[in-house]
């Protein structure tokens, strides 16, 4: 089946570094990236979509300066938080929807196995 | 403004008992109802999904079913077993959007 491959699965950081999470899909092209952030006992929130080769697009209150995503390939997508602080620690999780029939459809979206984000 | 209201937050069934989990939705433009299974660390895994112009779908010990009219669906877990313990999350999407919102996540625990 497609899978995403999702790097690191945890990191600890200082505060005001910058942290790179990587999602690559392994058996397949991702047009689209979603990246999504999750705190603890809560439910995925949509941070924002990319397609690949165009900017990405942020959800409301989402700061694009400080979440920097690049869809540059179709395997490859990278958040990047910058100067990052204790509060965006969080579990940060992306999907990919492919190029095939069936991985261009909704049920065809794979989730990476997600990155736990720890800022002290 | 939650799209997808999902209930309980926890549950605990017994081993062999029936988990029921549901959520409710507003916006009528949703065509797409998704269950996402998600293990601890884990990202979400697709469990089953359903369209709206169908009442129920059942996949193995998995059925969800569909009530348009009051725009509320559940997942009902069959014969639950410890190997179900883990937190599952309602979706729902538009065509046109294309993006998911997601309930706030049931934690089940499946007893021995």
């Known amino acids: 089946g497609a899978v995403v491959s999702q790097h690191p699965s945890w990191v600890i950081c200082k505060s005001g570094t910058s942290v790179k999470i990587e999602c690559r899909s392994l058996?397949?092209?991702?047009?689209?990236m979603f990246w999504y952030r999750q705190f603890p006992k809560q439910s995925l929130m949509l941070m924002a979509t990319?397609?690949?080769?165009?900017?990405?697009?942020?959800e409301q209150g989402v700061e694009k300066d400080k979440f920097l995503i690049n869809h540059a390939s179709l395997t490859l997508s990278t958040l990047t938080v910058t100067s990052a602080h204790p509060e965006d620690s969080s579990f940060y999780i992306c999907?990919?929807?492919?190029?095939?029939?069936?991985?261009?459809?909704?049920?065809?979206?794979?989730f990476g196995s997600g990155t736990r984000l720890t800022v002290v | 403004q939650q799209q997808v209201k999902q209930s309980p937050q926890s549950l605990i069934v017994q081993k062999g008992g029936i988990s029921i989990i549901n959520c409710a939705y507003e916006?009528?433009?949703?065509?797409?109802f998704p269950w996402y299974q998600q293990f601890p660390g884990k990202g979400p895994a697709l469990l089953i999904a359903?369209?709206?112009?169908?009442s129920e779908k059942k996949e193995g010990r998995f059925t969800i079913s569909f009530n348009k009219s009051a725009k509320q669906f559940s997942l009902h877990i069959m014969d639950s077993q410890p190997g179900d313990s883990a937190t599952y999350f309602c979706?729902?999407?538009?065509?046109?959007?294309?993006?998911?919102?997601f309930g706030s996540g049931t934690k089940l625990n499946v007893k021995p």
């Open positions: 916006n009528t433009a949703f065509d797409y």
């Open positions: 058996d397949f092209q991702a047009t689209t």
């Open positions: 990319s397609n690949e080769g165009s900017k990405a697009t942020y």
């Open positions: 979706a729902a999407s538009t065509y046109n959007f294309n993006k998911f919102y």
């Open positions: 359903i369209r709206p112009d169908v």
């Open positions: 999907s990919a929807r492919g190029t095939t029939s069936k991985m261009g459809t909704r049920e065809g979206y794979t």
